[in-house]
């Protein structure tokens, strides 16, 4: 266990990303208890939702019997879940100083549109730049497994509740994986890539020994 010399940094900004099952939720959910028990204000965020707006777009995207959406369309409406979390959560809490925790971001579109749905880039790098107000996560953590594993993790719960993404074939799960590694390659500064194909308490660990030592401050200065 890690033990913190100094403060925290306040204002600070952590996505977690993967495919499917890869335990995301689990891991955003056990970083904020702790940097809660540590005494820091944390807003916990999840793509789609996180807003009145957010929230019934959200049903949209991820029912599996909902309307065919096209791959243009599908980014536009994550954009306009992400512009309204951005403008009503995150950056004014950011300001704030508090610690926020997003359960996906703007990689998501990057890794699910681009990469799995074969979307133009730049096209969706407009949307993206748009939608988060220019703000990108101090660090990313990418939790990765094969897509058959994290699949198989989800139909252990439920597979009659799995969402449109879900429900995609194993080419797409692997197109975003491969997507997922170029965007890290691409910036290895944000991104910490963990093995999430052990148990919730090692990767649990991992999570805090990456992410602890990176939000250390001498003071209280924001990161953005």
Known sequence: MIVAQGRM???AFISFEGVEGSGKTTQVHLLGERLADAGHEVVIVHEPG????????RNLLLRRDAPPIGALAEAMLFAACRAELMTEVVKPKLERGAVVLADRFADSSRAYQVGGRGLDGSAVEQLITLASLGLEPDITILLDVPPTHGLARRAADDASRWT???AEGEDFHERVRAAYAALREAAPARWVLI?????IEAVAMDVWTSVAPRLLAEGNTPLH
Request: hydrophobic share 25%; proline share 0%.
């Open 195 to 199: 093995d999430g194909n052990r148990s």
């Open 164 to 166: 449109r993404f879900e």
């Open 9 to 11: 940094r306040a204002g």
């Open 50 to 57: 996180g807003t009145a707006l957010g929230d019934t777009l």
